[in-house]
């Protein structure tokens, strides 16, 4: 059974830092594609950052170029989402989602298999 759980969300004044951690469990790691998303109430999930399992392979959402960083570590079956310079426009609920193995990255949410149950990031002005 796959178990995605994420963890460092919180609250935190724009211009601050937080640190999003997801624990994978259950999948072939190292070949499965994995995302971060986020979502508002009464708005559609949208994909933050995704990180293939080629190192330094990632994609961005332009609103958060240059401010947040996605990696991974394959050895622990962890993946981060680094969030800096935070604005009240990231708050939202972020998900923690991966891919079946072996696909090709996709930044739509409907593409990804597995998902974690969010965690609540509120940036306050």
């Known amino acids: 059974q796959v178990q995605l759980v994420e963890s460092g969300g919180g609250l935190v004044q724009a211009g601050g830092s937080l640190r999003l951690s997801c624990a994978a469990s259950?999948?072939?790691?190292?070949?499965?594609?994995m995302g971060w998303f986020r979502q508002v109430p009464g708005k559609e999930r949208n994909v933050v950052a995704t990180i293939n399992t080629s190192p330094g392979s990632v994609y961005y959402a332009d609103s958060v170029k240059g401010r947040f960083t996605v990696s991974r570590d394959n050895a622990k079956n962890m993946v981060y989402l680094q969030m800096n310079s935070l604005k009240p426009e990231d708050t939202a609920l972020y998900y923690c989602a991966a891919m079946r193995p072996f696909r090709q990255p996709q930044l739509v949410w409907t593409q990804y298999d597995y998902w974690g149950q969010g965690t609540q990031v509120t940036v306050s002005s």
């Open positions: 259950g999948l072939p790691f190292s070949v499965s594609v």
